[in-house]
């Protein structure tokens, strides 16, 4: 069993969130099965069948209310202030644009929302970092354009947000952020 598993990062991650939830790129709805305390959950994928699949496994699950939308992080389908949590799970990877995606969780969080993601990141030593951006223009077109190079924390910080690393497991990366 790998670090990431151990770690059990699906349930630290949404297990304790209530009230509405959005959750961007939901997948296959992995996540979908450790929320326990969210009221309503909002999911967006982008590729249909694996929306599909989302809504299935939400069928599965003990929220009250789930909706799966087909959408991208760069063009959220809900109100303005409407949201009390976002999640990103191995998602900020492979988004066409970070910033505009940022600047979507911010308009739909309400007022003290936060945004809650487990991601990989660009690696902090050079070496590594090196090797993560010669290895990104492959790994994109294998991974659904998953971009190992990502400085998805420098941008957080760049666009405006308040970021905290809760914790680092290698190459994931645990973080809370709130607009500044």
């Known amino acids: 069993m790998n670090e990431v598993h151990r770690w059990n990062w699906r349930s630290r991650l949404v297990s304790d969130l209530t009230g509405v939830v959005l959750e961007i790129g939901v997948g296959a709805g992995a996540n979908l099965l450790h929320y326990r305390k969210a009221t309503h959950v909002f999911a967006i994928e982008p590729d249909p069948q694996r929306a599909q699949r989302a809504q299935m496994t939400a069928m599965r699950s003990k929220i009250p209310v789930v909706a799966v939308h087909i959408a991208i992080a760069e063009a959220l389908p809900f109100a303005s202030e409407s949201i009390d949590h976002v999640v990103s799970s191995l998602v900020f990877c492979s988004v066409d644009d970070p910033r505009q995606a940022l600047h979507e969780i911010r308009r739909v969080l309400r007022p ?66 709130q607009p500044q």
């Not at 660009?122 to 790994?139: F, G, H």
């Open 112 to 177: 003290g929302g936060v945004l809650h993601m487990v991601e990989h990141v660009r690696p902090q030593t050079p070496l590594l970092a090196n090797a993560a951006s010669k290895i990104t223009p492959y790994w994109r077109r294998i991974a659904r354009n998953c971009h190992l190079d990502r400085a998805t924390l420098e941008t957080l910080h760049t666009e405006g947000w308040n970021a905290r690393v809760l914790a680092r497991y290698g190459v994931f990366v645990r973080i809370e952020a």
